[in-house]
């Protein structure tokens, strides 16, 4: 039973974490067409 608990307890811990990866992610893609214009405006 030892084994099963902690294999169960894995998923509460990556789910979590994999959630505010694909966040943090799709957030800088909603970003990123603003920072590159202003580095295409400074660049020139």
């Known amino acids: 039973m030892a084994g099963e608990t902690r294999g169960i307890a894995w998923p509460w ?4 974490i994999f959630a ?4 943090a992610g799709l957030r800088s893609c ?3 067409p603003a920072e590159a214009q ?3 405006l400074v660049g020139s």
């Not at 505010?20 to 966040?23: A, E, G, M, N, R």
Request: proline share 7%; no cysteine; glycine share 0%.
């Open 20 to 23: 505010l990866i694909v966040f």
């Open 30 to 32: 909603k970003e990123a």
């Open 13 to 16: 811990i990556l789910v979590p």
């Open 38 to 40: 202003t580095a295409t």
